[in-house]
């Protein structure tokens, strides 16, 4: 089933990200948090690529697990800066062997030192997008940032940017992460004034050590709101109390989307079954109405 069928539906809709093993060694490991997290029935489970081939090879054998083996339809995320054109071209013709109709397109993080832009390579999302949807009858989600991606020095910019992507053949956006819910409505309604108009799934990180806020803060660029810093200052030295008040804090802005009338809601939870479970608890009741 393509995923944007499930988001326009009048209801609500939560996902979880898994990402494969960095080697071959740990696939049983992952596959067995992925099992349990598909035991939560999500709408749909992403599966991560990793950057020159190490854990891209397991994504399509993940993504086909998920849906033919454990029923959950899934995502497979699919990059193109560290791959050659013929090499993204083969992917995706795998991915069409395997019957997976949902790819998130990504440019993807630049391996530290290669030169980029090649000419044997898209230099930018819009153009893998375009390439997926000359390849077949795929369901394609992109990302977005909220708070402006960090190679942008001007929102305005990104908007523009995001909108030709959106333009390009893409069906839904999954955001970076964000932790004040104000930045994502601000973000939506300037969106939506560029016409951008297609499904936002706001993306939700439970951060559960400092470590991983720093990895996070890294990645997308986001600013810590006061009460998560006070959160962290307080219960950062304490892994059990730091775990409890991450997933309290996700909950809560899960609850306020909702509240808002969000009904699509994508949630990182980084291989952790018992972290995801925790919030699907949290929500049983809230996700009903």
Known sequence: MKIIDRLLEDKIHISFEVFPPKTDAGYEKVRSATEQIAGLHPSYISVTYGAGGG????????????RDELGVESLAHLTCASSTKAEVQTVIEN????????ILALRGDIPEGMVFPSEDRYHYAYELVEAIRRSG?????????PEGHVENEHKEDDIKF????????VDFLTTQMFFDNDIH????????EAGITVPVLPGIMPITSAAQMKRSQELSGTVFPRRF???LDRFGDHPKAMEQAGIAYATDQIIDLLANGVKNIHIYS?????????IMENLSEVIQC
């Open 55 to 66: 854990t891209s090879k397991n994504t399509a054998k993940i993504a086909s697990y998920i």
């Open 95 to 102: 991915l069409k062997a395997l019957g997976i109709e949902n």
């Open 137 to 145: 009858d795929f369901c394609i989600g992109a990302a977005c940032y």
């Open 162 to 169: 995001l909108k030709q992507k959106v333009d390009s053949g």
């Open 185 to 192: 409505y601000n973000f939506l309604y300037r969106i939506r």
């Open 229 to 231: 810093l006070a959160m």
């Open 270 to 278: 980084m291989n952790k079954p018992h972290i995801a479970a925790k």
